[in-house]
């Protein structure tokens, strides 16, 4: 008999790979809930299930009798909705595995080499802190009830719609490209050279998958990253030749960032000062000593490219953002002037 998993969310950058390689590589039966967007992304012998996670009441009458070999959980962000989950899924599923992030590890890090026994604290995002909390009240029902959830953790995974940037606006990195093709310069914080994970979504999934199922992750956080680790510079340097443009990287303190950023909506505090801004070489040995297989097969100089070739010929991922190219200006005239006055 298959396996059977029910994603909740399911077409996202990382749950989309991960149900296509469960679907068309590994031959299980999955069903994704959610309200049916992007429902054309996964294969076709997907099973889906439309419905609002929050209304408890139709989503049991929607599963029915069904129970799971894994539930795969990717838009819980607070306690509410793993209780929700718990609620829903207790004795209906061997395994509950929940996303997390690595961005919940200890902020400024005591060590940039980074563990799953790295403590968990980020005082500078909300997000990241919910996050704790909701691996805090999943693991006291292992501990208490025997509840059979595993963590995950991933860092900065991406796939063909969007390239990796540090500091972006709303509508996600195409402006960032477009300044770059225009020969604008391109702001990237601090000096360029704190180190960082880029993992595509194809990578992930293989992670991912090999712990599905699998009784030596019960109780248990992975994180979940690529091997390959490039510095902010190299990232952007790569997004340029790839452009076939000549990079103009401007560098501006993610101190400096957070403070003029804020007023406009842009939460640089939690995404740069606490994650992005922050040297990490994350120690992958915990999962590859269960899936052995995890590895980086695609390097970022190739995903990359995959990215941009795909950004480029489709114009919905032309998103333009003039809200945040003018802000980039500002920044970067504001800093120009004030070496000029010293």
């Not at 049991?60 to 829903?88: N, P, W």
């Not at 501990?143 to 969007?162: N, Q």
Request: glycine residues 8%; hydrophobic residues 35%.
């Amino acid at each position: 008999m298959k396996k059977k998993a029910l994603f909740i969310g399911g077409t996202g950058t990382i749950s989309t790979a991960i149900v296509k390689r469960l679907v068309n590589e590994l031959d299980w039966d999955v069903w994704v809930l959610n309200r049916g967007n992007r429902s054309e992304v996964l294969p076709k012998d997907t099973h889906f299930i439309t419905a609002d996670i929050n209304n408890e009441k139709e989503v049991l009458e929607k599963i029915g009798d069904l129970t799971f070999d894994c539930v795969c959980e990717f838009i819980g962000f607070t306690v509410e909705q793993v209780e929700r989950d718990y609620r829903l899924f207790k004795g209906k599923t061997k395994q509950y595995i929940y996303t997390s992030s690595a961005s919940a590890y200890n902020k400024p890090a005591a060590n940039y080499v980074i563990t799953e026994g790295t403590t968990l604290a980020n005082p500078h995002w909300e997000y990241s802190r919910n996050k704790i909390a909701c691996e805090e009240f999943l693991m006291e029902k292992y501990r208490k009830e025997g509840f059979p959830v595993t963590i995950v953790r991933p860092s900065h995974t991406y796939d063909e719609r969007s390239i990796p940037v540090g500091v972006h606006g709303q509508y996600g990195s195409y402006q960032v490209l477009k300044r770059m093709m225009e020969g604008k310069p391109v702001i990237v914080h601090g000096d360029g050279s704190s180190l960082w994970h880029l993992t595509f979504n194809k990578d992930f999934a293989i992670g991912y998958t090999g712990l599905m199922g699998n009784r030596h992750a019960f109780g248990e956080a992975f994180q979940i990253t690529g091997d390959e680790v490039l510095t902010w510079d190299q990232i952007h340097q790569t997004v340029a030749d790839i452009l076939s443009v000549e990079p103009k990287l401007y560098h501006v303190s993610s101190e400096f960032l957070s403070a003029v950023g804020e007023k406009y909506g842009y939460d640089f505090e939690g995404g740069l000062i606490g994650d992005k801004a922050v040297s990490v070489v994350f120690d992958n040995s915990k999962l590859k000593r269960l899936v052995p297989e995890m590895t980086t097969t695609v390097r970022f100089d190739e995903g990359a490219r995959i990215a941009i070739d795909y950004i480029l010929s489709h114009p919905e991922c032309q998103k333009e953002d003039p809200e945040f190219d003018s802000w980039c200006d500002k920044v970067i005239a504001a800093l120009e002037d004030a070496k000029n006055k010293i």
